[in-house]
Structure formats: structure tokens, C-alpha cells
């Protein structure tokens, strides 16, 4: 069993910052990709940021020079670093990893999601 814990969302004027941490424990044998979607009321999910095994980095253009994905593999963690934040970023943001488990089974996990507000 994988678990995904995300925490540092929260009320924030525009202009301000806020750093998401998502911590995975479990069964784990190998995390591979991780990732932080969001999701606004009304609105798809949508995927903000992906960051690899490897550390390779990728997002989507309304965040790119404000926001950065990192990770910690020794600590089975990912963060996402959000700067210059705008009354647009307000949303639910969720977690997601790729994990392979002890026993080899390979599957995608979500955590339960983080309220990011962005005021006016």
C-alpha cells in the first residue's frame, strides 16, 4: 500500500508564495515520476508540473518562471515551489506518483489534494 500526504496549501495574497510538499510512504521499491496537478471549481484537473526520476523538469506555460517542481528521493518526497502566485492559481492541487512496490507491482497514486486561495 502507497500513501501520498501533500500539505502547505493555504490563503495567500497575489503576488505571494506558498511551497507544496507531498511526502509518499508505503511499500515502496522505486518512485518514478512525480507530479502536481491542480484543479479549479467548475474546471478539468490539469496537470501544472511533472519532474522524472532523473530530475528532469517540465511545466505547463501559465506556471513556467513562477512555479518549480523538485524532488527528494531520499526522503520519497516532492515539492513544488510557487512564486508570484495569481488569483488564476486558486485551486485544489493534488499530488501524483508513479511507484513501482516491493512486490513489483507498478501503479499511479493521488493524495488527497491541498486548497491553494490566491486573493485579489
Known amino acids: 500500500q502507497v500513501r501520498l500526504v501533500e500539505s502547505g496549501g493555504g490563503l495567500v495574497p497575489a503576488g505571494g508564495s506558498l511551497r507544496l510538499t507531498c511526502a509518499v510512504s508505503?511499500?515502496?521499491?522505486?518512485?518514478?515520476?512525480m507530479a502536481w496537478y491542480r484543479q479549479a471549481p467548475g474546471k478539468q484537473r490539469e496537470l501544472v508540473a511533472t519532474?522524472?526520476?532523473?530530475?528532469?523538469?517540465n511545466y505547463v506555460d501559465s506556471v513556467k518562471g513562477r512555479f518549480t517542481i523538485s524532488r527528494d528521493n531520499a526522503k520519497n518526497t516532492v515539492y513544488l515551489q510557487m512564486n508570484s502566485l495569481k488569483p488564476e492559481d486558486t485551486a485544489v492541487y493534488y499530488c501524483?506518483?508513479?511507484?513501482?512496490?516491493?512486490?513489483?507491482?507498478?501503479?499511479?497514486?493521488w493524495g488527497q489534494g491541498t486548497q491553494v486561495t490566491v486573493s485579489s
Open positions: 501524483n506518483a508513479e511507484v513501482t512496490e516491493v512486490t513489483l507491482l507498478y501503479d499511479n497514486y
Open positions: 508505503g511499500s515502496i521499491f522505486r518512485i518514478n515520476a
Open positions: 519532474i522524472t526520476s532523473g530530475g528532469s523538469t
